[in-house]
Nanobody, 126 residues
């Protein structure tokens, strides 16, 4: 049974940093591309970053490029999102999501991600 469990969210002041983690179990993590997705209240899900199964390729939404870094530790079956210079508009629930098939490059299409975690809340406020 696939499980994705996010952690690391919380309340942070503008300009601060947080590091999110996503622990994956129930499948061979190292074979699947992964994404981080967020959803602010009243808004649609927003793809923000993805990483290839081997961790060699990453991509970011313009809204977070230069501030967020996605990474993974395949030995520990864990996905990360380092978030720096957080701003109030980054407040959202953050989800990790697994690409629908193995050994394929990731995409920005949310319909291609069929396994999702329960999310972790990030609130940026002074």
């Amino acid at each position: 049974q696939v499980q994705l469990v996010e952690s690391g969210g919380g309340l942070v002041e503008p300009g601060g940093s947080l590091r999110l983690s996503c622990a994956a179990t129930g499948y061979p993590f190292r074979f699947y591309a992964m994404s981080w997705v967020r959803q602010a209240p009243g808004k649609d899900h927003e793809w923000i970053a993805h990483i290839s199964h081997a961790g060699t390729t990453t991509d970011y939404a313009n809204s977070v490029k230069g501030r967020f870094t996605i990474s993974r530790d395949n030995a520990q079956n864990t996905l990360f999102l380092q978030m720096n210079n957080l701003q109030p508009e980054d407040s959202a629930k953050y989800y990790c999501a697994r690409f629908y098939t193995s050994m394929r490059p990731p995409s920005v299409n949310l319909d291609d991600y069929t396994e999702w975690g329960q999310g972790t809340q990030v609130t940026v406020a002074s």
